[in-house]
């Protein structure tokens, strides 16, 4: 007797699953000329499953006390099993899903698959992504380092730049006048419930409406045309498509196995580069380091608060960015897709990136 | 309900990008005041005195020279146990406050003897303000014959230069370490207390008796040593790991690709 076939018939007969499979794995056709910007979601899933499991070994031996979690984190490091693993894989790994995220995002705009009726996959991809940030803030307070205190410190002191309810958000913020016990508390939560909960529903959303609409045909090749909004629902589908497992499974296989080897050479060899010396430092309230300066997926933005005579418009002028990313394809209504076709598009496109990435150098530096 | 909502939503609006940057803390009315005057009472010493070793540790102005340095008014008063500058023989005490040990067998020394009549005192050799960490370059020709030939001197350089050799890279092996996560708190505190005592011994600035001691210090820096080579050995396992690992999964990524060929020549 076969277990595995006598299992899959018991649930066949009951759920249907070989239908099911056969739907969305073998029968489910993408377009011929996928190419491997689409294996990013895959990425990101897999190391997204790798931040679950190592932040839930982490919770083992972590304490969220401010007498005790920096302890708690150096215990994990030199004490526990494999905890220095744990940590530098979850570390490495927080950093590693915002190049991945990038990566997803600037492919999706590349290729103009953000467009109609893809509005809601873009929105609600755009909402992970500030969720990931979201989880990088919140993680980033809890080994309670210099580094943890006083980015979080400035970082809520920002939102007092706001008019009229500015006091009030850091007061919300920090749980109390300035960062401590409250604070920590409160990022905890987020950090290890609140985000993930609502991260792993978006994701469902996400990725229902990747599946709902159909993949977007790469709009590059002779025989790509755009094709009108349809009047009402439609399934893009791709007749002559390649199957989705195991013709592109495989190929998500191999770029999820180089991501793991970029996360794991990085943990073993150069763990440093995401950890800067003020992280190893206790907190400490009564000395602020000269030299703090956020990750580097956050210099953008600092150095954006330093360009702008006031704090009020830095803030302002991110906000104005990113809002107007997160509702880009309901400003951009066109049905050309093609690079080629949109010169304007791919201007702005890098120019946008070199902003993003002088103005990171230049945070750096500053 | 709508309050907080709304409240929510601004965060989520205007908050998610922002990040951190440097801030420096206001409360050291030394700098504020003294900062700001002209010559060795102001500008010279606060500018040096960012650049020590003190400056590094946190060590500030009133630390040395007492008084208060939160309140403008009452800085420098008796009352709050300001100090001022101390006469040219009270140096040593002034600084043995902190450096207890050393000050002990500087006024066992020849130094010490002599310093009420114009003899070395700390600041003679390790500067006030810009104090630096003590090495064994202090003791150089161009500063010890400002007093005194230099034949003694080298002697005693001569004499402690591998055990300060020694120090020198335990300390760097322990700074590669703490880098890396290690927890080396206990190693430090080991280092700094043998350290601590060979600088006690070579300030007696007696050659017999760092003749005669130096090889005790020796023996305690192999111990420390034998400790860092342990953790550099577990580290270095640990890249030979993850660089297996590494190797694993990139094949693993190669045999997916060619598998995936296999599948595209069907297509």
């Known amino acids: 007797m076969n277990l595995a076939k006598e299992t899959m018939d018991w649930l066949d007969r009951r759920l249907g699953v070989r239908e099911l499979m056969h739907q969305n794995l073998g029968g489910y056709l993408l377009p ?16 997204f499953v790798l931040q679950f499991i190592t932040g839930i070994l982490l919770l083992i031996y972590y304490v969220p006390h401010t007498d005790k979690a920096f302890a708690s984190v150096t215990m994990i490091m030199n004490e526990i099993p494999y905890g220095w693993l744990m940590r530098y894989l979850h570390v490495v790994g927080s950093n590693l899903i915002i190049v991945f995220l990038l990566a997803h995002m600037l492919s999706v705009l590349y290729m103009g698959s953000y467009k109609r009726p893809r509005e809601l996959t873009w929105l609600s991809g755009f909402i992970l992504f500030n969720l990931g940030l979201a989880f990088c803030l919140t993680g980033y307070l809890l080994p309670w380092s210099q580094l943890s205190f006083w980015a979080t410190t400035v970082a809520t002191d920002a939102a007092g730049a706001i008019p009229v309810v500015g006091d009030q958000i850091i007061a919300y913020l920090r749980g109390g006048p300035s960062v401590g016990e409250a604070t920590l508390g409160r990022f905890f939560a987020l950090h290890v419930m609140g985000l993930p909960m609502a991260f792993l529903l978006l994701v469902g959303f996400h990725l ?39 013709n592109y499974t495989i190929k998500d296989a191999a770029m999820v196995f180089f991501a793991l080897a970029l996360l794991v050479a990085i943990t073993f060899f150069a763990p440093w580069l995401f950890i800067p010396p003020d992280a190893l430092e206790p907190a400490d309230p009564f000395f602020t380091p000269s030299d703090i300066k956020p990750e580097w997926y956050f210099l953008w933005a600092y150095q954006t608060l330093k360009i702008f005579p006031s704090e009020l418009l830095g803030l302002a002028s991110q906000g104005l960015a990113m809002g107007f990313l997160a509702l880009l394809p309901f400003f951009d209504r066109g049905l050309e897709r093609r690079p080629s076709n949109r010169p304007l598009f791919v201007t702005l496109y890098l120019l946008g990136i070199l902003v993003f990435v002088g103005l990171s150098i230049w945070g750096h530096y500053s | 309900m709508k309050k907080i909502f709304l409240r929510s939503l601004l965060l989520l609006f205007f908050l998610t990008p922002v990040g951190a940057f440097p801030v420096v803390a206001g409360t ?39 008084g208060d340095p939160t309140d403008y008014v009452k800085a420098m008063t008796a009352e709050r146990g300001f100090l001022g500058v101390p006469e040219y023989s009270e140096v040593p005490s002034f600084c043995g406050r902190c450096h207890v040990g050393v000050e002990e067998d500087y006024w066992e020394s020849l130094h010490g003897q002599v310093v009420d009549v114009g003899g070395p005192n700390c600041v003679t050799c390790h500067e006030n303000h810009a104090v630096q960490e003590a090495t064994i370059d202090l003791i150089n020709e161009d500063s010890c014959t400002r007093c005194h030939s230099y034949d003694k001197p080298a002697l005693i350089k001569a004499e402690i230069s591998d055990t300060e050799a020694m120090l020198s890279r335990l300390e760097a092996s322990i700074a590669s370490l703490y880098r890396v996560g290690v927890d080396t708190g206990h190693l430090e505190d080991e280092l700094f207390a043998t350290r601590n005592s060979f600088r006690r011994l070579f300030h007696s600035v007696d ?50 690709l060619l598998i995936r060929r296999t599948y595209q020549d069907q297509e």
């Open chain 2, 207 to 256: 050659i017999d008796k760092i003749r005669a001691e130096t090889a005790a210090f020796d023996a305690d820096l192999e111990e420390t040593k034998a400790t860092i080579d342990d953790l550099e050995n577990t580290l270095g396992k640990r890249k030979l790991a993850g660089g297996a690992l590494v190797l694993l999964l990139l094949l693993g990524g190669c045999i997916a």
């Open chain 2, 28 to 66: 050291d009315v030394c700098i504020d005041c003294h900062g700001g005057l002209a010559g060795q009472l102001g500008e010279i010493p606060t500018a040096e005195w960012k650049t020590s070793i003190h400056a590094r540790h946190r060590i500030s102005c009133h630390d040395c020279h007492g």
């Open chain 1, 208 to 246: 229902f409406c990747v599946r709902r609409i159909g993949i977007s045909k790469p709009p590059f090749g002779d025989d790509y045309r755009p094709t009108d909004m349809p009047r009402s629902f439609h399934h893009d589908e791709h007749p002559n498509g390649v199957p989705f497992h195991p």
């Open chain 1, 32 to 47: 011929r000329n996928i190419n491997i910007w689409y294996t990013m979601g895959a990425v990101l899933l897999a190391m």
